[in-house]
T-cell receptor, first 111, second 113 residues
Framework: TQLLEQSPQFLSIQEGENLTVYCNSS?????LQWYRQEPGEGPVLLVT?????EVKKLKRLTFQFGDARKDSSLHITAAQPGDTGLYLC???????????FGGGTRLMVKP | ETGVTQSPTHLIKTRGQQVTLRCSSQ?????VSWYQQALGQGPQFIFQ?????ENGRGNFPPRFSGLQFPNYSSELNVNALELDDSALYLC??????WGGGYTFGSGTRLTVV
């Protein structure tokens, strides 16, 4: 059974601070996807990383896939209240037929 | 381009009853997956359909079953509902397998009493 450990579970910071969310596993995934979920909505895809060591940037968000394709991180620079939400990492199986989600990081950015 | 549409948005059922949840995939997407998200947790994979065939199943009992239709829309059926089945049920579609990312619907909130 593939498991993804996501940390921290909760994060409350002030506007302008930086933060990093970690996603770790003992399993290898074909890709690692990051989603953001608002209350009452489904997850929305932020990024997919496929190659070990890959780094992708999306404005103030930087995503990294570990060299061994087992772990990933999300770094947010100068967080804003609009970044508030539930961040989920998800590893895609090698068969391409399922996502294993981490437990999520609930981020609150205070003005 | 329409996204993924799920119905109903909310549902209350009694323990032991049966329920059918529906999902319309994003236009052109031939793969649909269903996930269960309990309160405060990440989604758990139920099963996936690819071109009308089941293409993988998570750790859910047989009373969870599904269908995918020729237009790639899908149904999730749950028989003999239990209190623990109360959750947000999410449908996700993708264009093909591997690495493309999934488009999720807003989910159906099922409450079993």
């Amino acid at each position: 059974t593939q498991l993804l450990e996501q940390s921290p579970q909760f994060l409350s910071i002030q506007e302008g601070e930086n933060l990093t969310v970690y996603c770790n596993s003992s399993s290898v995934f074909s890709s690692l996807q990051w989603y953001r979920q608002e209350p009452g909505e489904g997850p929305v895809l932020l990024v997919t990383v496929v190659t070990g060591g890959e780094v992708k940037k999306l404005k103030r968000l930087t995503f990294q896939f570990g060299d061994a394709r087992k772990d990933s991180s999300l770094h947010i620079t100068a967080a804003q209240p609009g970044d508030t939400g539930l961040y989920l990492c998800a590893g895609e199986s090698n068969a391409g037929n399922m996502l294993t989600f981490g437990g999520g990081t609930r981020l609150m950015v205070k003005p | 381009e329409t996204g993924v549409t799920q119905s109903p948005t909310h549902l209350i059922k009694t323990r032991g009853q049966q329920v059918t949840l529906r999902c319309s995939s994003q236009s052109g997407h031939n793969t649909v997956s269903w996930y269960q998200q309990a309160l405060g947790q990440g989604p758990q994979f139920i099963f996936q359909y690819y071109r009308e065939e089941e293409n993988g199943r998570g750790n859910f009992p047989p009373r969870f079953s599904g269908l995918q239709f020729p237009n790639y829309s899908s149904e999730l059926n749950v028989n003999a509902l239990e209190l623990d089945d109360s959750a947000l049920y999410l449908c996700a579609s993708s264009l093909e397998l591997w690495g493309g990312g999934y488009t999720f619907g807003s989910g159906t909130r099922l409450t079993v009493v």
